[in-house]
T-cell receptor, first 112, second 113 residues
């Protein structure tokens, strides 16, 4: 069964700083990768996806994927207190196997 | 845009009691999920359903029953509530053949006395 591991478990960055969140997965046939964000008291919301090797930038957020290294990451530039949340990595094999595997999350705190 | 509505938002029950959580979605999505989230931790899949009347067990199905009588609704029953399963239960939905975008409800918090 797919194993998805996130690091670090928790991360504190100053306002305006860079936050880097890491995720490794075990199934080489995985095709679809998502980052979800969950603010306290709410359900998780999809933040961004990445399906091809390399970088994908959306505003202050950049996702990076290296399928050969079984690695995906999320970088948040110019972090804001509103970015404080629990971030989940999600991995899907695809090709009619649509079971979604989540990591245990990284708790990000951005200090003003 | 659509919405997922979970009821009740807070559920308090006695140990050993049978308790039911309900979820409705108006996205017209085929697949629906129930996850359990222990205090600020990861998501564990309890049950999912890829169509009306279909049920698939997740990693944490023991002690739970689920029901999908309509495309738009998915309910979860805790068959005998235990103190160690106080958690937030999250319902989600997605399009079948998904690339992984799930839409979650706001959660139902279960307290067992």
């Amino acid at each position: 069964q797919q194993k998805v591991q996130q690091s670090p478990e928790s991360l504190i960055v100053p306002e305006g700083g860079m936050a880097s969140l890491n995720c490794t997965f075990s199934d080489r046939n995985s095709q679809y990768f998502w980052w979800y964000r969950q603010h306290s008291g709410e359900g998780p919301k999809a933040l961004m996806s990445i399906f091809s090797n390399g970088d994908k930038k959306e505003g202050r957020f950049t996702a990076h994927l290296n399928k050969a290294s079984l690695y995906v990451s999320l970088h948040i530039k110019d972090s804001q207190p509103s970015d404080s949340a629990l971030y989940f990595c999600a991995v899907i094999r695809g090709n009619n196997n649509n079971r979604i595997f989540f990591g245990d999350g990284t708790q990000l705190v951005v200090k003003p | 845009g659509g919405i997922i509505t979970q009821t009740p938002k807070f559920l308090i029950g006695q140990e050993g009691q049978k308790l039911t959580l309900k979820c409705q979605q108006n996205f017209n999505h085929d697949t629906m999920y129930w996850y359990r989230q222990d205090s600020g931790k990861g998501l564990r899949l309890i049950y999912y359903s890829i169509t009306e009347n279909d049920l698939q067990k997740g990693d944490l199905s023991e002690g739970y029953d689920a029901s999908r009588e309509k495309k738009s609704s998915f309910s979860l029953t805790v068959t005998s509530a235990q103190k160690n399963e106080m958690a937030v239960f999250l319902c989600a939905s997605s399009i079948t053949g998904t690339t992984g975008q799930l839409y979650f409800g706001e959660g139902s918090k279960l307290t067992v006395l």
